[in-house]
Structure formats: structure tokens, C-alpha cells
């Protein structure tokens, strides 16, 4: 079995509390299962705030960039921030996706597929709901924005959380997972997707 084609590149995908509270998983599912990305694992688990920081500080680098970005997001829509050290308001931010994260269970999933890491984000869209593109996860069934989140002082809730590069989600799949709850396994829609000839169509 040759691991190293592109149809075995695999992402992690959260369905979050938000996800889960409006009832949201089959939708969410069948999104990403319609392109053709197999699914190979799935759990619900109830993560606590020690979890959810573990998650997302898997990147050393993960406070500065994020901080940062989250500053010139500030900028660029002419608002003042309230600081100007990233890692702070990286800070704050986590202390926020801490507490959403951790309010009840949420659903991981693996993927895997071709592009599986792009094919994802893109049925995804962006982080935030209201400019996400309609027809995307987030588009279509979030109302909420960065400015009432941040009116409420609280993590904006975009009901899935997805690995945003291979080399993030292999970080994230072996956190949220152990290789043994990881299925290989073939579907009969491969053939269609992979296989160089399609043979044994016609009868």
C-alpha cells in the first residue's frame, strides 16, 4: 500500500459544542462525505480546558502568530486593539476558546482524501460566520460574528473546528487520536475517485 499518494492526506475536523447543541452533526457529516473524503475516525468526547490549551498550543508557535493576526484584524477595520502585545491577546483568546470548547461534548473526526486538508477548510469557510462565503459550513448556519463576540466577551462559535495545514492536522490527529482508533479500510466509491482505469462498469 502506497501511503505516500495524495488520496491517504488525512485532517481533523472538531464539531464543536455549538455544532452539537443545534444539532448539527449529520449535516456537518455529510458535507465533507459528499466530496468524497472518507471518514476513518470519529469519537465524542467531553474535553476539558487543559485539553482545549494542549490543542491549539500544539504549535510552539501558535500565540504569537495568532495574536498577531488577531491585532492587524483590529487594524484593518480601523478599531483601536486593547493592546499591543500578541502574546497577550493570544491570551485572551484562549481563555475564551477554553471555556466554549469546554462547555459540553464535541465531536473528532479524521478525514481522509485527496487534498483532504484544503478540500475541508474550503467546505468549511472562514473563521468568521458572517463573511464566510455561502454554500460553506459557516455560511450557511452561523449568524455570528468577531464584534458580538467580542461585545459578549466571549470565542466565537462557528460550530467546526478544522486543521488549517497537513503538517497541523498530523499534530492533531495524533493528540485527539491513538493510531488504533484509526480505521484503513476501502470504499467502493475509490475505484471512481482513484483508480487509474475504471474497469467492470458494464455488464
Known amino acids: 500500500m ?3 499518494h495524495a488520496k491517504y492526506e488525512r485532517t481533523l475536523v472538531i464539531i464543536k459544542p455549538d455544532g452539537i447543541q443545534r444539532s448539527l452533526i449529520g449535516e456537518v457529516i455529510k458535507r465533507y462525505e459528499r466530496t468524497g473524503l472518507k471518514l476513518v475516525g470519529i469519537k465524542m ?3 476539558t480546558q487543559e485539553m482545549v490549551e494542549a490543542h491549539y498550543t500544539l504549535d510552539p508557535e501558535w500565540k504569537k502568530k495568532t495574536g498577531e493576526k488577531n491585532l492587524q484584524a483590529y487594524r484593518d477595520k480601523g478599531l483601536t486593539p486593547p493592546h499591543d502585545d500578541p502574546i497577550k491577546q493570544s491570551d485572551m483568546i484562549l481563555m475564551k476558546l477554553k ?10 473526526m479524521v478525514w481522509q482524501g485527496a487534498h ?4 475541508v477548510r474550503k467546505i468549511t469557510g472562514g473563521t468568521e460566520p458572517m463573511l464566510s462565503d455561502v454554500g460553506t459550513i ?8 468577531y464584534k458580538v463576540a467580542d461585545d459578549d466577551v466571549r470565542a ?11 503538517a497541523e492536522a498530523k499534530l492533531e490527529i495524533d493528540y485527539w487520536f491513538k493510531k488504533e482508533e484509526l480505521v484503513d479500510y476501502r470504499l467502493l466509491v475509490d475505484a471512481m475517485l482513484y483508480d487509474t482505469d475504471i474497469d467492470d462498469i458494464l455488464e
Open 2 to 4: 502506497n501511503k505516500t
Open 45 to 47: 468526547v467531553v474535553p
Open 99 to 108: 471555556k466554549y470548547f469546554a462547555s459540553g461534548p464535541v465531536i473528532a
Open 116 to 119: 483532504a486538508v484544503s478540500i
Open 138 to 145: 459557516r455560511g450557511d448556519y452561523v449568524i455570528d460574528s
Open 156 to 166: 466565537i462559535r462557528n460550530i467546526v473546528h478544522a486543521s488549517g495545514t497537513i
